[in-house]
């Protein structure tokens, strides 16, 4: 399969635990983003990387969220004292930059329930 | 900012009957469209896009979508809806430039094919 994975699928934490999440994007795709979705709402934007770069966060990635993409390749998704709130599906996507534009690929995403 | 808008939570039709999801948006500048579709327990899978050109776009599985600058609206249309056609829908739209290289979603729209 050579499409976007995500590990794990998902994740049951108690409140104030740390959980990390990985992705491992199309292979030479050279942007990856995070997202999250709550039920009945569409996908949010989190981050987005470049390559190893990370080039933009959202207002919804409070100072618990902290993201890494070290090689280029996969990237992590770390969540530290976790809250209720956090209960969600963090989706990754990735693209190939190139000229012009390039939809985003998703991978299937991690469910995390935050007891 | 950007945002999208899909003003039906839920719609139904009956198999082989024609089907519209409606989406506007709102964003500064020529907008980049897109329509995806998540089945259960699954990532958001891309059907269509609209990026410059044609107003009559083709995507997956018999979907085509119709940009309409005038109202702002990007709906989803399909000729003959089948059963397995039921899914959740999702309008996005990304500015082509500038820092915002996120997707911005609607909330998504429910399709529900009767037989």
């Known amino acids: 399969d050579t499409g976007v994975s995500q590990d794990p699928r998902h994740k049951i934490t108690k409140r104030g635990q740390n959980v990390t999440f990985r992705c491992d994007p199309i292979?030479?795709?050279?942007?990856l983003y995070w997202y999250r979705q709550t039920l009945g709402q569409g996908p949010e934007f989190l981050t987005y990387f470049q390559n190893e770069a990370q080039l933009e966060k959202s207002r919804l990635l409070s100072d618990r969220f902290s993201a890494e993409r070290p090689k280029g390749s996969f990237s992590t998704l770390e969540i530290q004292r976790t809250e209720q709130g956090d209960s969600a599906m963090y989706l990754c996507?990735?693209?190939?930059?190139?000229?012009?534009?390039?939809?985003?690929?998703f991978g299937p995403g991690t469910r995390l329930t935050v007891l | 900012a950007q945002s999208v808008a899909q003003p039906e939570d839920q719609v139904n039709v009956a198999e082989g009957n024609p089907l519209t999801v409606k989406c506007t948006y709102s964003?500064?500048?020529?907008?980049?469209l897109f329509w995806y579709v998540q089945y259960p327990n699954r990532g958001l899978q891309f059907l269509l896009k609209?990026?410059?050109?044609?107003?009559l776009v083709k995507g997956s599985y018999g979907f085509e979508a119709e940009f309409n600058k005038s109202q702002t609206s990007f709906h989803l249309k399909k000729p003959s809806a089948l059963v397995s056609d039921s899914a959740l829908y999702f309008c996005a739209v990304r500015v082509p430039s500038g820092s915002a290289r996120q997707l911005t979603f609607g909330s998504g729209t429910q399709l529900t094919v009767l037989p």
């Open positions: 964003v500064s500048g020529n907008p980049y």
């Open positions: 292979s030479e795709h050279n942007r």
């Open positions: 609209y990026i410059t050109g044609d107003n």
């Open positions: 996507a990735s693209s190939l930059v190139t000229q012009g534009y390039n939809e985003q690929f």
